[in-house]
């Protein structure tokens, strides 16, 4: 692991850790606001957007790269409580 980390700036390792929050912040919230869950599943971006929770592709990435038992958990969590595709959905562009 250490090697994958020395081949990131420490702004990435750190943005790559906030995903990982917000992984987290996102799975909590998820299992107590039902509304927040209905838009989440509705309209992924502008739930995240509204609520403050950013994940960006590339910190994503360096999550994955850096700490993938971590990236690993927080997935397993999260789709049991969202779509599978929610990663990739919050990852590609959006078209509109």
Known sequence: MSQQVAEYSAEQIDNANKVALT????????SYDESFATHLANNPREALDSSG??????????LMATDPERFDKLCEALFD?????FLHMMTNPSCG
């Open 23 to 30: 992984m987290e912040a996102m799975i909590r919230r998820l």
């Open 53 to 62: 929770m950013l994940m960006e592709k590339e910190a994503v990435e360096v």
């Open 81 to 85: 409580l969202v779509d599978s595709d």
